[in-house]
């Protein structure tokens, strides 16, 4: 079963950058879709970002231009980054992976934008 581990969360002041990882615990070549979910207080868990195998991204419309997902094949991680933080991008902060036959769920990260 494969596992990720998300790390990079934290406090961060209201207009700084954000830069996430997601490790996985296999090579992220088995994963024909990777993505970054949050969950804000009192509100469903929605997709920010997504990766294919194909390198091909998609991003709602509430989110383009203000992440950038990528991957790192030599470290095994899925990147998520951002600037221009606000606190309505206060929330947990989850990676997912789809190998075609199990889905997989790192446990959240909690980032908090505050002064």
């Known amino acids: 079963q494969a596992q990720l581990v998300e790390s990079g969360g934290g406090l961060v002041q209201p207009g700084e950058s954000l830069r996430l990882s997601c490790t996985a615990s296999e090579s992220i070549s088995n994963f024909y879709v990777m993505a970054w979910y949050r969950q804000a207080p009192g509100k469903e868990r929605e997709v920010i970002a997504q990766i294919g195998s194909d390198e091909n991204k998609w991003y709602p419309p509430s989110g383009k231009g203000r992440f950038t997902i990528s991957r790192n094949y030599a470290k095994n991680t899925l990147l998520l980054e951002s600037d221009r933080l606000t606190p309505d991008d206060t929330a947990v902060y989850y990676c997912?992976?789809?190998?075609?036959?199990?889905?997989?769920w790192g446990q959240g990260i909690q980032v908090t934008v505050s002064s």
């Open positions: 997912y992976g789809n190998t075609g036959r199990n889905a997989h």
